[in-house]
């Protein structure tokens, strides 16, 4: 083939409509795979893990925005509809452990964050050249990925290591979660289905009218996750006043986790594999560490409630409020409580993330600047 056919080939095959539909193609064939070898979330799972391994081997892979929107939009209408209103009054039950999961989250993520600090500051033979306090402060905080990444950007951080950081620690238990309920035979145990199971066209139309609408209200006010949010909101209020207008069809979620596999997995390219290992070395250590820790915080929650602590560490694990809750609803392990236990931590650390750094980081040594301690 001469040259300059080669490179026009080479050039086609990398263009974006052709990146994205060879990624989709990919992602279904990987899907079916999984599915063929019952492996747990194979819709999500197997796209993930084949877009994040040619990702890295520096192929052309591609996640199309509006298709990633409509994945979240899908997946937050279908969880939603579990918010029957006696499931509204259970979760309302469980405030004082909501409370508690907001406390630990942000504990959590102190520890971590001043843990990397330790770790990767000083001098030594894992020192990470640059490394600030900002920039281990918000690759720590449990959710809210992109925005602390922006937050942290503001803020002067190195948004590389707070990206990796935090997109590390999603997969990272995206992919260990499942395949671990799925050998312990952690699964089946969610009593609160919804009392909708079939599909009403003209149902699912206005549904899909009135979620479109929260979206759209989300994305004006500038909100974060605003096509899953404002998706959630709408289904979950028209559940909870009884209005019960359509299941989806299980083809139509299941894309919707191809597409947000596909999202997560387009993360890892080649240059993510050689971006400070020690730095991954260290996020994927303190990740396994979280996931041990919060399996003994929701034991312990468990015992002054009536929840299976299953449910409950999915609600209180480091990992996103979609892949959790997308988990959750296959495993069918307590949907409500893990989707309100991640939406609530998510607000918080939004809210709370800078007005904390400042605290910490700015005001404190300022303070003390202008008071010294006498000698």
Not at 224 to 253: D, E, H, Q, R, Y
Not at 313 to 323: R, S
Not at 357 to 367: D, G, H, T, V
Request: net charge positive.
């Amino acid at each position: 083939m001469p040259p300059d056919a080669a490179n026009r080939l080479s050039s086609l095959l990398r263009s974006p409509p052709v990146c994205v539909i060879g990624t989709l193609l990919l992602a279904w064939a990987a899907a079916a795979l999984c599915v063929m070898l019952r492996t747990p979330l194979p819709w999500m799972i197997g796209p993930l893990l084949v877009t994040a391994i040619i990702s890295m081997l520096g192929g052309a892979t591609a996640s199309w925005t509006p298709l990633r929107d409509a994945g979240q939009w899908i997946i937050g209408c279908a969880l939603g509809l579990y918010f029957t209103p006696q499931v509204v009054a259970l979760v309302a039950g469980l405030w004082w452990a909501i409370a508690l999961n907001i406390v630990w989250a942000l504990a959590l993520g102190l520890v971590f964050g001043a843990w990397l600090h330790r770790v990767h500051h000083g001098p030594g033979p894992l020192h990470v050249s640059g490394l600030s306090r900002i920039t281990t402060y918000f690759a720590a905080p449990i959710g809210a990925a992109s925005e602390m990444t922006l937050m942290g950007e503001r803020h002067g951080a190195q948004t590389d290591l707070v990206a990796s950081a935090h997109s590390l620690r999603v997969l990272l238990v995206t992919l260990i979660i499942p395949f671990g309920f799925q050998w312990a035979g952690l699964h089946g145990l969610d009593t609160t289905l919804p009392g909708v199971r079939e599909v009403h066209f003209p149902g699912l139309a206005l549904l899909a009218g009135l979620t479109g609408i929260g979206c759209w209200t989300m994305l004006k006010l500038k909100r974060t996750n605003p096509w899953f949010i404002g998706a959630l909101l709408v289904s979950l209020l028209l559940t909870a006043c009884g209005f019960t207008l359509s299941a989806l069809p299980p083809w139509m979620t299941n894309a919707a986790q191809l597409v947000i596999g596909i999202s997560l997995g387009v993360r890892f390219t080649r240059r993510f594999v050689h971006l400070a290992p020690r730095w991954l070395g260290s996020v994927a250590l303190a990740t396994v560490g979280m996931m041990v820790l919060c399996a003994g915080f929701a034991w312990m929650l468990a015992r002054f409630s009536s929840l299976h602590w299953a449910t409950l560490l999915l609600g209180t694990l480091p990992g996103g409020i979609a892949e959790m809750a997308i988990t959750a609803k296959v495993l069918q392990l307590g949907v409500p409580v893990v989707t309100a236990f991640h939406v609530t931590r998510l607000a918080a650390v939004l809210l709370l993330a800078e007005p904390m750094y400042r605290w910490l980081y700015q005001e404190r040594p300022a303070a003390q600047a202008e008071n010294p301690p006498a000698e």
